[in-house]
Nanobody, 123 residues
Framework: QLQLVESGGGFVQPGGALRLSCAAS????????IGWFRQAPGKEREGVLC????????NYADSVKGRFTISRDNNKNTVYLHMNSLKPEDTAIYYC????????????????WGQGTQVTVSS
């Protein structure tokens, strides 16, 4: 059974950092594109960053450029979202999702989703 589990969310002050993890079970994560998405209250789910099966990284949110990065550890079958210089507007539930090979910005094009992890940025 394909499963994605996010972890690492929490409460952080503005300017702080968090690292989110997306651990996969039931499949080899490096063979898939893994996207990070976020959804704030009252807003649509938006793409943040994605890493394809070939390792190509795609940024879908201009607001996180220079602050967020994505990486993959094949040995741990885990993808990470490194978030620095966090702002209150980054507050959202963050999800990881998988699809075959290539990244895509549209959430409905992803096949498997994790349960999400809450990130709250506030002073």
């Amino acid at each position: 059974q394909l499963q994605l589990v996010e972890s690492g969310g929490g409460f952080v002050q503005p300017g702080g950092a968090l690292r989110l993890s997306c651990a996969a079970s039931g499949f080899t994560l490096e063979h898939y594109a893994i996207g990070w998405f976020r959804q704030a209250p009252g807003k649509e789910r938006e793409g943040v960053l994605c890493i394809s099966s070939s390792g190509e990284r795609t940024n879908y949110a201009d607001s996180v450029k220079g602050r967020f990065t994505i990486s993959r550890d094949n040995n741990k079958n885990t993808v990470y979202l490194h978030m620095n210089s966090l702002k209150p507007e980054d507050t959202a539930i963050y999800y990881c999702a998988s699809r075959d090979l290539a990244c895509h910005t549209i959430p409905t094009w992803y096949d498997s989703w994790g349960q999400g992890t809450q990130v709250t940025v506030s002073s």
